[in-house]
């Protein structure tokens, strides 16, 4: 599938016809050995795309005009599903965005957790270095 946003193409897939799974990365749940790649269920975007699409929503550029003033939510993206997580932050002080891809889940709120203090100290790196 592809979505046209007015500068840039975003490319995800919905279903696993259209993927390589090679190209797929495994995603696990504590304590179960399952490989949970092989469930057709989610969405699958390259982190390089979530960037893109994280970029556009804050600078106005995936909006038709008067949509932005109504759009409600934080321009920022957090994801959890069996095997996989993720989290996208626009940081405007450093004009930067950050895309963390974890392939190891939890529902009991570990692995969210240690993901936010991650991301953190990510943001905290690239902070220092620019």
């Given at each position: 599938?592809?979505?046209?946003?007015?500068?840039?193409?975003?490319?995800?897939?919905?279903?696993?016809?259209?993927?390589?799974?090679?190209?797929?990365?495994?995603?696990y749940y504590v304590g179960i050995?399952?490989?949970?790649k092989f469930r057709d269920n989610?969405?699958?975007?390259?982190?390089?795309?979530?960037?893109?699409?994280?970029?556009?929503?804050?600078?106005?550029?995936?909006f038709q005009k008067g949509e932005?003033?109504?759009?409600?939510?934080?321009?920022?993206?957090?994801?959890?599903?069996?095997?996989?997580?993720?989290?996208?932050?626009?940081?405007?002080?450093?004009?930067?965005?950050?895309?963390?891809?974890?392939?190891?889940?939890?529902?009991?709120?570990?692995?969210?957790?240690?993901?936010?203090?991650?991301?953190?100290?990510?943001?905290?790196?690239?902070?220092?270095?620019?």
């Amino acid at each position: 599938m592809f979505i046209q946003l007015k500068s840039f193409i975003y490319t995800n897939y919905f279903n696993f016809d259209t993927t390589d799974l090679n190209d797929l990365m495994s995603g696990y749940y504590v304590g179960i050995e399952k490989d949970f790649k092989f469930r057709d269920n989610g969405m699958i975007a390259t982190a390089e795309d979530v960037g893109i699409f994280i970029r556009a929503l804050n600078d106005g550029s995936v909006f038709q005009k008067g949509e932005q003033e109504i759009y409600v939510y934080k321009f920022e993206h957090g994801g959890l599903t069996v095997g996989y997580q993720s989290l996208a932050e626009y940081h405007e002080d450093i004009d930067t965005v950050v895309v963390q891809f974890i392939n190891t889940t939890n529902f009991e709120g570990y692995e969210y957790n240690l993901s936010e203090i991650i991301i953190n100290r990510m943001v905290k790196i690239i902070k220092k270095r620019s």
